[in-house]
């Protein structure tokens, strides 16, 4: 297929360098193959949702990141703490970038459309596409508004009906339809049923960081044999299911050389931490937000890496960003989940899978994972290597979406 550099490309996203989140490599590798691309996004606020340092929060600015031109929309602050902030944040970031594009869509050949939440950003993306008849790829990580209505939010009523048309709106006017799971494919299909939707894994930048990072950190944990947790630590995660598994594990076990290490931030931090503290539980480190550059290092101490979501039909349908990055980390995998995740975890011999409902369940799987032999164990992880170069390569996937949006 002949690739046409000479084609311009406007990525349209809610999330972009300095924001550490894979869209950037993507379009790094873009600009680095010699393609035109610039970016639409809003000022650098994720997670806190405040301006980063160095940044001003105009109505709507312009930066050159990696000699990729960065157009910015303004965010209002402090929507990441309260629900109608942050409702009015979405309409106010569509609406800045609307304005954005009115002005400045026709100069681009085709739309990039980087969807990680709700879908009210991508509307630029369609807008441009009726002004201006470019071609429009979106590539979704979230199967939005089902998301929503899994939180219990506008089940009913006209509040459901208005997200339903918006949302088949938006995809049906969409030319290509890529999704970051297979599950998400028959949920979209309710939306557009006339529509091809194609399956594009998200790759994990770990190995790349690993290999190019001159950092020399001194990772120690305090177990003998570690399980580590990784990522964002809300809800959905379900990990005080996790933590009383494994507290019930350690009394019946009385291993007193397993730990439990939890890394990130998140809504539910401050929650778990209670409950380790009033129900005294030992073996378990909570080590706070780390930067994605130095995660590499956590991975490679870690003897197991865990991965845990709510058993809701939703979440079952997603494959979340760190799993690719525990692939990369080459690392048995303890899926305390359902779904996608749970399947391929078992289908490929690449770890252990229970039931995420039950704390008891969980107790029983710590307690078969430590006493697995060193055997069991590079079995699953020369399995992971091989999973990781036949489904979820990072220059195979990034060639996908070059194939697709340069052709």
């Known amino acids: 297929m002949k690739i046409a550099k000479e084609k311009k490309i406007l990525v349209i996203t809610e999330v972009f360098a300095p924001e550490e989140f894979l869209i950037n490599d993507l379009v790094f590798s873009w600009k680095d193959k ?12 994720y997670p806190e949702g405040k301006v980063f ?16 031109i960065v157009s910015r929309v303004q965010f209002i602050p402090g929507y990441q703490s309260y629900r109608f902030i942050k409702i009015l944040n979405y309409l106010w970031n569509m609406f800045l970038g609307s304005l954005w594009a009115i002005k400045n869509g026709k100069k681009y050949d085709s739309v990039y459309i980087y969807h990680t939440g709700p879908l009210t950003f991508s509307t630029i993306g369609i807008l441009i596409k009726k002004l201006y008849k470019k071609e429009t790829t979106i590539w979704t990580q979230d199967v939005w508004p089902d998301t929503v209505f899994a939180y219990d939010l506008a089940k009913k009523g006209i509040s459901r009906l208005i997200l339903v048309k918006f949302v088949t709106w938006i995809y049906s006017n969409c030319d290509n339809i890529t999704v970051s799971s297979p599950g998400f494919i028959p949920i979209i299909n309710k939306y557009c049923s006339s529509k091809k939707i194609q399956f594009i894994p998200q790759w994990s930048l770990t190995l790349k960081l690993l290999n190019t990072n001159n950092l020399n950190l001194e990772i120690n944990y305090q177990g003998q044999f570690n399980f580590v947790f990784a990522g964002n630590i809300g809800k959905v995660q379900n990990l005080e299911n996790v933590i009383y598994g494994f ?24 929650f778990l931490k209670k409950i380790v503290q009033e129900n005294n539980i030992s073996n378990i480190t909570f080590w706070g937000r780390i930067k994605s550059s130095e995660m590499p290092y956590y991975y490679e101490k870690a003897d197991i890496l865990v991965i845990s979501l709510k058993d809701q039909p939703i979440f079952n349908l997603t494959i979340p960003a760190k799993f690719q990055s525990y692939l990369n980390a080459k690392k048995p995998i303890f899926g305390v989940i ?8 078992n289908e490929y011999n690449i770890g252990w899978t229970v039931d995420p409902v039950s704390p008891e369940k969980i107790a029983d799987s710590f307690n078969t994972i430590v006493l697995s032999s060193s055997e069991i164990i590079l079995e699953k992880i020369t399995n992971t290597s091989l999973l990781l170069e036949d489904s979820f390569n990072r220059e195979k996937t990034i060639q996908k979406f070059t194939d697709l949006v340069f052709n």
């Open 34 to 45: 010699g393609f035109s691309v610039s970016v639409l996004t809003r000022n650098p606020s």
């Open 53 to 68: 340092p160095g940044y001003r929060n105009r109505l709507i600015q312009r930066e050159i990141i990696h000699d990729i």
């Open 247 to 270: 507290e019930l594990f350690l009394r019946k076990s009385g291993n007193t050389k397993i730990w439990l290490n939890i890394i990130g931030d998140g809504s539910h931090l401050n």
């Open 338 to 345: 359902k779904g996608e995740v749970s399947n391929i975890i």
